[in-house]
């Protein structure tokens, strides 16, 4: 779903006692033969009984139902009722199996209903992508490990694409707009989820923060140290900007898109 380069810390141990092999010498071909199910099982385990398939989607019903933190190989393995070993010859790692799990969660767009401009299509894009991700806030919780390569990533890069085909966008400039899209919905939804998983702890729910961080920096920059940061949060953080997570989002939608307008202008001034 995602265009941004990221990095895993995580443990690899799950529970089971199996260590995780990611760290061992698998590259970026390997994750892609099992993101596309053209890496062959191994030869253990209860033949015809079990598939990528099934694994993934029982660990994508937990997540649904628990949280990332819910999931492990042998979890999943009592939900299929099979021995943990026996995953490891459809999945190799848990680090492999978020991969999978995130990919199949994404599913994929439909734009049937969205706009034929392309700043319309843009927009119902990062709606879509952010409705995907809220609707299952754990995908929040996988750790981004590569670009996108799995069939239901490259549904969303395909849909966003073909949108900016027919601009003066360079095909450069399209995979940037694309990027730097896709990384503002993926952070505004990280931090909705975030601080609304914060509110039981700081009593503040999200839509009372952008008054009350104007109150919280006035506070500190009350010594005089910080005048410039004084003077923008007495005008930015009031109750007339404060619209909540959906106009937040908006926002930068608009912003982004603003940017690719103006690039267009430059690249058909040549």
Known sequence: MYTVHGSRIVSNDDGSGMAAERGSGRDPAYLMDLLWRTQPSGS???RGSLSVDRVVAAAVEIADTEGIAGVSMRRVAERLGVTTMSLYNYVPSKDDLLDLMFDMAAGEPDPTDWPDDWRGGLTAFAMAQRQALLARPWMLDVPISAPPMGPSNLAWM????????DTPLTEGDMMGVLSILSGHVLNEARLQVTMERATPRLGVEYADWNVLYGQMLARAAASGSYPTVARVAAKAFT??????P???FRYGVDYVLDGAAALMRA????
């Open 267 to 270: 690249r058909q001034a040549g």
């Open 239 to 244: 109750e007339e900007e404060s619209g909540g």
């Open 158 to 165: 395909e849909a966003a694409l073909s949108i900016m085909d």
């Open 44 to 46: 253990r385990g209860p």
């Open 246 to 248: 959906d106009a937040d």
